[in-house]
Structure formats: structure tokens, C-alpha cells
């Protein structure tokens, strides 16, 4: 089974930085696609950011584009997430995830993290 182990979180202030990482083991990282996804307190899951196998094409939502970038080291079995310029309205728990095809706010992932909480204050 696939196991995704994200770390970073943390309680900081508006407009500093914050950089996720997800750590992968159990399955063939270059296989799959990775993303964030994000839920907020009171609200549903939602997409954060997608990046194909092979580390091309990149995907956001419309609410972190520009501020946020993910990326990853198929070679360490890891994923990442920088953000920056963070908002309070970026609170929540951030989540790793893995599927076989393209991560977008449209599919559900095969593999989830725990999680990890961001919490922006004003």
C-alpha cells in the first residue's frame, strides 16, 4: 500500500511562507500523479494544486495560482508545496494525495496523507 507522510504545517502570519512536504513510500512514486488538497474549518475538500508523473504539466486552483507552486523529486519519493503570500482564508489541513491519473478538482485521489495544518493568522 501506498503511504503519504506530509510535514511543514504551522501557525504563521499573513503574507509569510510555508513550504509542504509529502514523503512516499510503498509504491512506485514515478507512477503517480500527486497533488494537495486542502479543507477548511466548516467548509468541503478542496483541489490545491496537481503535477503529472513526470513532474510537467502543473495544475491550481484559481485561488492559489500565482502564490502557490508545486513541484516534485521522483528520486526522493517526494512531493512539495510552497506557498507563499498566505491569507488566513488559506487555514486549513492540507493533504497529500496519489492516483494513477491526473489529480484535478474533478477526481478523487487513491491515496491520502494524514494531513497537515496551516493556520494564518491576520
Known amino acids: 500500500q501506498v503511504q503519504l507522510v506530509e510535514s511543514g504545517g504551522g501557525l504563521v502570519q499573513a503574507g509569510d511562507s510555508l513550504r509542504l512536504s509529502c514523503a512516499a513510500s510503498?509504491?512506485?512514486?514515478?507512477?503517480?500523479?500527486m497533488g494537495w488538497f486542502r479543507q477548511a474549518p466548516g467548509k468541503v475538500r478542496e483541489f490545491v494544486a496537481g503535477i503529472n508523473k513526470s513532474g510537467g504539466p502543473t495544475y491550481y486552483a484559481n485561488s492559489v495560482k500565482g502564490r502557490f507552486t508545486i513541484s516534485r523529486n521522483n528520486a526522493k519519493n517526494a512531493v512539495y508545496l510552497q506557498m507563499q503570500s498566505l491569507k488566513p482564508e488559506d487555514t486549513a489541513d492540507y493533504y497529500c494525495?496519489?492516483?494513477?491519473?491526473?489529480?484535478?478538482?474533478?477526481?478523487?485521489?487513491?491515496?491520502w496523507g494524514q494531513g497537515t495544518q496551516v493556520t494564518v493568522s491576520s
Open positions: 510503498g509504491g512506485t512514486f514515478s507512477r503517480f500523479a
Open positions: 494525495a496519489a492516483d494513477f491519473f491526473p489529480l484535478s478538482a474533478g477526481r478523487n485521489p487513491s491515496y
